[in-house]
């Protein structure tokens, strides 16, 4: 039985770990680059030799920033870094080096667009909704277990150290979302943004972005919050919405039988689409935290927050919100043109080229994110530069060619490389729009047709497409459609 969930309102808060794109590790000078022969980009700081000593990378404090202020933080002028204590074979320390009571950055106001979504998914209604961020703090992430063979048999375990020492940000929410969906348009919109002031790549496919998501129910009116689940091991923004959503369920169905729910931190597992526990609140961790002795207070300037500010580029929600003013689209389209800066940027730049931000727009979002999907790659990659995909809209505005060869144009275009005007005339298809040409064509079609004159005059109008048909194919398709139409209606009459 499906639990009766208008009663009930869902809280959640949530902790995003975004790696920072950083070229050497965040306490040390070895590579931070994926892939490499295991255990070959270390030193004595990541291995936590005994005696070594970590010296700050000046680039993850940039990067940090950056990130920071693309989600609206305040950088506080002096954070502590703070051992973070506990055992676990990828960490070889036995503590790792994070940041506690004074971070890096706190007190975030973030606008994000969320949408409502139907049965099968789909967005509608976007409306902004105002988050508060509790923090940003960096720390170093640990190294990777690696598992060979089936548990309890032939079991082998290995240490892959290349990622310990990678630098993190961690970033933390105030429990203010409503719904998984809320949930899902936040992390989605901290990725765009970390990746479009370049903090981040923040792929989760590829791990450098992970989500842990806190979640609890009450009943609709009650001040106090719920006993709170943490969820882990979400692998993509889907599955958090999942997990969560499942979660939800069993919280409410479990209240509403007069059971009790667990503080404890649970696992999604992505082929039962279920929650399991993985450890209760006892078992968790006392961090025991204490201040970093092996490393100073980090101080940063205020003319160094400043220049960090200037130079980012325009953020992805403001601009989209310009789209939306200044070019008369809607804010769900406004949404996926700011998808990735470099989008966004290829857009522009073909405007200025056609002329017509509307149609623009279209023909991005309609045709060429289809060709760069297929091709797995990005805007500033297409074979189309955007001044051609402006050339190409601006012909098909001035009746050159009609729309269903611009598209056919268009994939041409992004297969060969070559300009719309080459193709245009490559093939011979400059539509036809002269009415004394267009009417030779109709006259001989009509001739041609006498039958069909006679049926459609005495009433039978559904032989009008029949007409515009046979005149498109005369033309070889080089016909304007709208100029056949309204000559053809002229004619028919007799
Ligand atoms: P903990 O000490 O267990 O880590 P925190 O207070 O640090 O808990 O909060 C961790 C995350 O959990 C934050 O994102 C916070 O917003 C969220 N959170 C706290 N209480 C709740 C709750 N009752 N329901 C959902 N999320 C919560
Ligand atoms: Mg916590
Ligand atoms: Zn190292």
């Not at 208008?6 to 040390?28: M, P, R, Y």
């Not at 011979?428 to 009417?439: A, M, Y």
Request: aromatic share 8%; glycine share 8%; proline share 4%.
């Amino acid at each position: 039985m499906k639990p009766e969930t208008n009663d009930w309102e869902t809280i959640i808060g949530l902790e995003v770990h975004a790696q920072l794109s950083t070229e050497s590790k965040i306490f040390c000078g070895c590579s931070t680059r994926f892939g490499d022969e295991p255990n070959s980009n270390t030193c004595p700081v990541c291995l936590g030799l005994p005696g070594a000593l970590p010296v700050l990378n000046r680039r993850a404090v940039e990067l940090g920033m950056r990130a920071a202020l693309a989600l609206g933080l305040h950088i506080n002028e002096r954070s502590i870094f703070a051992r973070k204590n506990y055992f676990y074979p990828d960490l070889p320390k036995g503590y790792q080096i994070s940041q506690y009571d004074q971070p890096f950055s706190a007190n975030g106001t973030l606008e994000i667009m969320t949408a409502a979504r139907d049965e099968g998914g789909h967005a509608h209604d976007w409306k902004p909704m105002t988050i508060q961020i509790t923090r940003l703090h960096l720390e170093e992430d640990a190294g990777k277990n690696v598992h060979e063979g089936l548990p309890d048999v032939d079991r082998f375990s290995y240490i892959d150290l290349n990622r310990a020492g990678t630098p993190l940000a961690e970033i933390v929410t105030e429990p203010d979302f409503r719904s998984s969906w809320q949930a899902y348009d936040y992390v989605n919109h901290v990725r765009r943004a970390l990746h479009w002031v370049g903090a981040s790549e923040a792929d989760m496919e590829k791990g450098n972005l992970r989500c842990e998501a806190n979640v609890s129910v009450r009943r609709k009116g009650d001040t106090t919050f719920g006993t709170k689940v943490e969820l882990k091991n979400l692998n993509s923004v889907r599955f958090m919405q999942k997990a969560i959503e499942f979660e939800v369920e069993r919280h409410i169905k479990t209240l509403e039988e007069g059971g009790r729910l667990v503080q404890e931190t649970r696992l999604w597992d992505e082929r039962l689409n279920e929650t399991r526990a993985m450890r209760s609140k006892e078992e968790a961790h006392d961090y025991r935290y204490f201040p970093e002795p092996d490393l100073p207070p980090l101080v940063v300037t205020k003319e160094f927050v400043e220049d960090v500010r200037a130079s980012l580029p325009e953020l992805p929600g403001p601009r989209a919100k310009r789209f939306a003013e200044t070019y008369g689209l809607s804010y769900a389209d406004a949404g996926q043109l700011t998808s990735d800066r470099s989008l966004a940027d290829y857009y522009e730049a073909a405007v200025e080229a056609s002329a017509n931000a509307r149609a623009t727009a279209n023909w991005i979002r309609s045709e060429l994110i289809r060709e760069l999907e297929n091709a797995g790659i990005t805007a500033d990659e297409s074979p189309i530069p955007a001044s051609e995909l402006g050339a190409l809209v601006r012909i098909i505005d001035e009746g050159e060619i009609s729309g269903k060869q611009g598209k056919d144009v268009l994939v041409e275009m992004f297969a060969s490389g070559k300009s719309a005007t080459a193709i245009v005339e490559e093939r011979g298809l400059v539509q036809v729009s002269d009415t004394g040409e267009i009417d030779r064509v109709i006259d001989e079609v009509i001739a041609a047709n006498s039958n069909q004159l006679e049926q459609y005059r005495s009433g039978k109008e559904a032989l009008f497409g029949f007409f515009v048909g046979q005149v498109m194919k005369a033309s070889k398709g080089k016909a304007n459609p709208k100029v056949v139409n309204e000559r053809l209606r002229e004619k028919l009459k007799g």
